[in-house]
């Protein structure tokens, strides 16, 4: 039986795709510069999720207030393995989870409608002391997704669901290593 705890991604053999919501100058500061720049915040931390859908519920398809802009953020998977090596379970020791550079949290899944799936969705807090770590090495592009997530959310009310899943990310499970199987609360 398949863990109810996986990584679903859009990844290739080099690169994993998660997002971000942000609000429209974080987003066009980021675009405009090809990375994360002021007046992104290099001093908290930063959530990024493999989930679009997981996304989508969160921001309510780029429709909450500081979260307009959907950015896909392709990061290496040499990045998101050592984020994932150095990550701490929220529900974990309080001692162990304030001195840790990565949170992770895994919350049920959404449906393109926002229902709570059966499975559950990782989120990745990365921490102030490994921001710049992800913000300079890791990053390998950003992709503004907000025209694409508007047109699927109108599809979405609109009663043209099948048409909006066709611009939905294609996501699968990524491969869970032994050195993972401690952020997944099943194991």
């Known amino acids: 039986m398949a863990s109810q705890y996986q990584i679903r991604a859009d990844y290739d053999a080099r690169t994993i795709v998660v997002y971000q919501a942000y609000s429209p100058a974080i987003a066009d500061a980021a675009l405009r510069a090809g990375r994360f720049t002021a007046p992104f915040s290099f001093h908290r931390m930063t959530w990024i999720k493999p989930s679009f859908l997981w996304l989508m519920h969160r ?3 780029a429709r909450k207030p500081g979260q307009e802009r959907i950015l896909g953020v392709r990061i ?3 990045g998101w393995e050592e984020a994932l090596s150095r990550a701490v379970l ?3 020791d309080p001692a162990a989870l304030a001195h840790a550079p ?10 393109s409608r926002g229902a709570a799936l059966n499975h559950y969705s990782i989120q990745v807090g990365i921490g102030r002391h490994l921001i710049r770590t992800f913000t300079d090495d890791w ?11 508007r047109k699927a959310a109108t599809l979405l009310q ?3 669901a099948a048409k909006a899943q066709r ?10 290593t032994r050195a993972w199987e401690d952020l997944c609360p099943d194991r």
Do not use: F, K, M
């Open 59 to 61: 921001s309510n398809w």
């Open 76 to 78: 290496t998977r040499h």
């Open 90 to 92: 929220t529900t974990a």
């Open 102 to 111: 990565v949170h992770v949290q895994w919350d049920p899944e959404r449906s």
């Open 139 to 149: 990053i390998v592009s950003l992709t503004d997704l907000t025209p694409q997530v």
């Open 158 to 160: 609109t009663g043209h």
């Open 167 to 176: 611009l939905l990310p294609a996501e699968r499970p990524y491969p869970l």
